[in-house]
C-alpha cells in the first residue's frame, strides 16, 4: 500500500483497497444523484470534493434524510453537506483510528501528497479484524482437538515415549502437545491405529495438519499475518473435518 512508512504495526492505509477508485461527489452535483451513487455503491457516506486534494466535506443517509425533511431536497449537496469530515493520514497507526471509526462510522485516508486516497468504514475495519482472528481461531481449535484426541487416546507414557522427550513429573501434557508435536505423534501407524476412530488414511490426514502446522509457524513466529486464499481454505477444512473427527470420536467412545 502506497504512503506507508516502513512498521511492522498495521496502520490505516493498510486497510485500503489496492488500485480502488475513490468515489466523490461535488458541491454543485444535486442531491439525487448523490442518493443514487450511495444506492448503486451500496454506500453509507460519500465524500465532497472539488479535486484529489480538496475535500469539503461529506453526505451521508442522516444528511439526505434531513435535506427531505426540511425541504432542501432540490438543492446541491452543498447544501446539506456535513463539514466536518473525519481525516487521517495513510500512516497513522490502525490502533490511533480506531476509536474514530468506531465513533464515526467512517475515515477518510489522506496520502503523504494532501490527496484523499479512499475511505475506511467500521465494516472494512471489521472485515480486516476477521482476517487476523479468523486464523489463530482456527488453529487453536484444531489444535485444541487433536490434542485431546491424542491424549484420551493414548495416555502420557506412549506420547512422551513417541516425542523422545524428558517430562518433568506433573507436567501438563497440554503444554508439551503443541501442533508440531502432535503431528510427529501421529506419524507412527501403531499410534494412529489407537487414536483414530474413523475410517480416515493417516497420511493423507498428516499431510494436511503438517499444512495447518507451517501455518501456524509462520503466524506466530513470523508476525506474517497475510494469508492466502488457498491458506485459509486449508484452514477451514482442517477445522470442519476435526470438528467431525471429534463427534466420531465421541459417539464411537459412547459406543463402547
Same mark, same amino acid.
Given at each position: 500500500?502506497?504512503d506507508?512508512? *516502513?512498521? #511492522?504495526?498495521?496502520?490505516?492505509?493498510?486497510?485500503?483497497?489496492? &488500485?480502488?477508485? @475513490?468515489? =466523490?461527489?461535488?458541491?454543485?452535483?444535486?442531491?439525487? *444523484? =448523490?442518493?443514487?451513487? !450511495? !444506492? %448503486?455503491?451500496?454506500?453509507?457516506?460519500?465524500?465532497? !470534493?472539488? &479535486?484529489?486534494?480538496? @475535500?469539503?466535506?461529506? /453526505?451521508?443517509?442522516?444528511? /439526505?434524510?434531513?435535506?427531505?425533511?426540511?425541504?432542501?431536497?432540490?438543492?446541491p449537496?452543498?447544501?446539506?453537506?456535513?463539514?466536518?469530515?473525519?481525516? !487521517?493520514?495513510?500512516?497513522?497507526?490502525?490502533?490511533? %483510528?480506531?476509536?474514530?471509526?468506531? $465513533?464515526?462510522?467512517?475515515?477518510?485516508?489522506?496520502?503523504?501528497?494532501?490527496?484523499?486516497?479512499?475511505?475506511?468504514?467500521?465494516?472494512?475495519?471489521a472485515v480486516?479484524?476477521?482476517?487476523?482472528?479468523?486464523?489463530?481461531?482456527?488453529?487453536?481449535?484444531?489444535? +485444541?482437538k487433536?490434542?485431546?484426541? /491424542?491424549?484420551?487416546?493414548?495416555?502420557?507414557?506412549?506420547?512422551?515415549?513417541?516425542?523422545? /522427550?524428558?517430562?518433568?513429573?506433573? +507436567?501438563?501434557?497440554?503444554?508439551? @502437545?503443541?501442533?508440531? %508435536?502432535?503431528?510427529?505423534?501421529?506419524? *507412527?501407524?501403531? +499410534?494412529?491405529?489407537?487414536?483414530?476412530?474413523?475410517? @480416515?488414511? $493417516?497420511?493423507?490426514?498428516?499431510?494436511?495438519m503438517?499444512?495447518? #502446522?507451517?501455518?501456524?509457524?509462520?503466524?506466530?513466529?513470523? $508476525?506474517?499475518?497475510?494469508?492466502? &486464499?488457498?491458506?485459509?481454505?486449508?484452514?477451514?477444512?482442517?477445522?470442519?473435518?476435526?470438528?467431525?473427527?471429534? =463427534?466420531? *470420536?465421541?459417539?464411537?467412545?459412547?459406543?463402547?
Amino acid at each position: 500500500m502506497s504512503d506507508l512508512t *516502513s512498521s #511492522n504495526d498495521p496502520q490505516l492505509g493498510d486497510l485500503l483497497e489496492e &488500485g480502488a477508485t @475513490l468515489e =466523490a461527489v461535488k458541491r454543485e452535483d444535486s442531491l439525487k *444523484s =448523490a442518493k443514487t451513487l !450511495m !444506492m %448503486a455503491k451500496d454506500y453509507s457516506q460519500l465524500p465532497v !470534493m472539488s &479535486g484529489p486534494r480538496s @475535500l469539503k466535506g461529506y /453526505i451521508d443517509w442522516k444528511s /439526505i434524510a434531513d435535506a427531505y425533511t426540511y425541504g432542501r431536497s432540490k438543492e446541491p449537496v452543498g447544501s446539506s453537506m456535513e463539514t466536518d469530515p473525519p481525516l !487521517m493520514r495513510a500512516n497513522k497507526p490502525l490502533v490511533k %483510528a480506531i476509536k474514530l471509526i468506531g $465513533r464515526r462510522g467512517f475515515v477518510l485516508v489522506q496520502g503523504h501528497d494532501d490527496t484523499v486516497q479512499g475511505i475506511v468504514t467500521s465494516y472494512d475495519l471489521a472485515v480486516w479484524l476477521r482476517s487476523i482472528v479468523e486464523p489463530i481461531l482456527l488453529i487453536g481449535g484444531i489444535e +485444541t482437538k487433536i490434542r485431546q484426541l /491424542i491424549i484420551s487416546g493414548l495416555g502420557a507414557e506412549p506420547i512422551v515415549s513417541n516425542l523422545d /522427550i524428558e517430562v518433568e513429573p506433573g +507436567t501438563d501434557l497440554n503444554d508439551v @502437545l503443541i501442533l508440531g %508435536a502432535c503431528v510427529r505423534v501421529l506419524q *507412527s501407524e501403531s +499410534t494412529w491405529s489407537q487414536i483414530s476412530k474413523g475410517d @480416515l488414511d $493417516r497420511r493423507v490426514f498428516v499431510r494436511h495438519m503438517e499444512s495447518v #502446522n507451517l501455518i501456524r509457524n509462520r503466524l506466530l513466529h513470523f $508476525r506474517d499475518d497475510k494469508l492466502s &486464499g488457498e491458506e485459509l481454505g486449508i484452514l477451514r477444512n482442517m477445522g470442519t473435518m476435526m470438528a467431525k473427527v471429534e =463427534a466420531s *470420536s465421541k459417539n464411537a467412545t459412547t459406543r463402547e
